[in-house]
Nanobody, 126 residues
Framework: QVQLVESGGGLVQAGGSLRLSCAAS????????MGWFRQAPGKEREFVAA????????YYADSVKGRFTISRDNAKNTVYLQMNSLKPEDTAVYYC???????????????????WGQGTQVTVSA
C-alpha cells in the first residue's frame, strides 16, 4: 500500500505561481509512475501531468503544457508540480496519484492509478 500526501495548494492571483508537493510513504517509490490530476467543481477529474520513475519521461495535458512542470526526487519519495502563469481556469482540487509500472509506460487515465492522495485546493483569482 502506498500513502500519498499533497501540500502546497493555496490562493494565488492570475499570472502567479505555486509548487505542489506529494510525499509518498508505505512502499518503495521504485517503478512507480506518478501523476497529477485535478477536479474543478461540477467537472470530471482530469489528467494534468505524469512522470516515469526515471524522471526522463514526462507527459502533460495540452491545457498546461509550457506552464506546468512535473518533477520528482526519488531519494525523498516526493513528486512536484511547478505551476507558472496560473489562470482562473486552473482552479481545482489537485490530486497526486501513483501507478506501479515496472515495465515502463505511463497512463493519462485516472482509472489506471490505484493510489491517490486526499487532494489540495488551488484557487486562482482573476
Amino acid at each position: 500500500q502506498v500513502q500519498l500526501v499533497e501540500s502546497g495548494g493555496g490562493l494565488v492571483q492570475a499570472g502567479g505561481s505555486l509548487r505542489l508537493s506529494c510525499a509518498a510513504s508505505g512502499r518503495t517509490f521504485t517503478n512507480y509512475v506518478m501523476g497529477w490530476f485535478r477536479q474543478a467543481p461540477g467537472k470530471e477529474r482530469e489528467f494534468v501531468a505524469a512522470i516515469r520513475y526515471s524522471g526522463g519521461s514526462t507527459y502533460y495535458a495540452d491545457s498546461v503544457k509550457g506552464r506546468f512542470t512535473i518533477s520528482r526526487d526519488n531519494a525523498k519519495n516526493t513528486v512536484y508540480l511547478q505551476m507558472n502563469s496560473l489562470k482562473p481556469e486552473d482552479t481545482a482540487v489537485y490530486y497526486c496519484a501513483g501507478d506501479y509500472r515496472p515495465l515502463g509506460g505511463a497512463s493519462r487515465e485516472r482509472n489506471e492509478y490505484p493510489y491517490w492522495g486526499q487532494g489540495t485546493q488551488v484557487t486562482v483569482s482573476a
